[in-house]
């Protein structure tokens, strides 16, 4: 608080921090005067945010390595996204053959996408804590598992019981991947 009380009246008289002004970042070296890490392939080109001198830094990844990590990523999103919207194309033999009406069925839908947000407020700071990719492990295997479920549920109570853990076990598609 103090420091933005204390920013403003330095605006106030003229006397601008470019650090709290937004956008005021230099990208762009054309001296190459800056003491900043600069970008290997363009020499003024200022790399923002600066990457550390971990390996393991996404922001020093060789291309293949990001195209790989966006391949799966992708390929982990439309899996559990199929996995768990592909239902309505089969709603009227699927209530024939597990003897539930096509309401309760999408009773039982209603209740998978309202677990998938708000699973999420288990598996965000899950995420943060132990990484993404025990999260993405252990999404994708309970998905599997509630998938084969699924076909075999006996009435209405294990219907929405599968859908309300496949809302649960599939909700970091809804956010973990876009961080």
């Not at 009406?101 to 309202?114: H, R």
Request: net charge negative; proline share 7%.
């Amino acid at each position: 608080m103090a420091t933005d009380l204390k920013a403003a009246r330095d605006i106030q008289h003229g006397v601008i921090d470019e650090s709290v002004v937004p956008g005021t970042v230099h990208m762009v070296d054309l001296d190459q005067t800056m003491q900043a890490k600069h970008s290997k392939a363009h020499r003024d080109i200022v790399l923002v945010p600066t990457p550390s001198d971990d390996p393991n830094d996404p922001l020093n990844w060789s291309p293949r390595r990001k195209t790989m990590a966006l391949v799966c990523m992708c390929v982990y999103v439309w899996f559990n996204g199929i996995a768990n919207s592909v239902v309505y194309s089969v709603l009227v033999p699927l209530s024939e053959a597990l003897d539930l009406s096509v309401g309760d069925l999408n009773a039982g839908t209603g209740y998978l996408f309202l677990l998938a947000g708000w699973g999420l407020l288990f598996f965000q700071p899950f995420a943060l804590q132990y990484g993404k990719r025990p999260t993405y492990l252990i999404s994708t295997a309970a998905t599997i598992a509630l998938t084969m479920w699924g076909p075999h549920a006996k009435g209405n109570g294990q219907w929405i019981a599968k859908n309300v853990l496949g809302g649960f076990f599939g909700s970091p598609i809804e956010a973990l991947p876009e961080m």
